[in-house]
């Protein structure tokens, strides 16, 4: 295992995954009580892996038939654009 990729991966992910929709909405049930605090945490801990399975069968799919430039840029683009929006939504 390649130490310096690991920690730059955990590192992005869990910057980028602070305060976001998906950690205020599992605080959110959190908070409201029902079921129970390991219960929210195990739901939302399960549905992180299984999305970021997806994101890397995806990104190796993509990888296979793509450079990862132009990854990159969409990604970017995508980004972008979703910002865009709010802005425009707020």
Do not use: C
């Not at 129970?36 to 993509?62: D, E, K, M, N, Y």
């Not at 132009?70 to 979703?82: R, T």
Request: net charge positive; glycine share 12%; aromatic share 10%.
């Amino acid at each position: 295992m390649d130490l310096k990729t690991f920690a730059v991966v955990f590192g992005t992910v869990f910057v980028a995954e602070l305060g976001d929709k998906t950690q205020l909405a599992t605080l959110l049930f959190s908070a409201n009580g029902s079921g129970g605090r390991w219960q929210v945490f195990t739901a939302a801990a399960i549905a992180l892996v299984a999305s970021t399975a997806l994101a890397v069968l995806a990104g190796g799919l993509l990888g296979k038939h793509l450079p990862a430039r132009y990854v990159q840029v969409a990604a970017g683009v995508g980004f972008m654009a979703i910002g865009a929006w709010m802005l425009l939504r707020a």
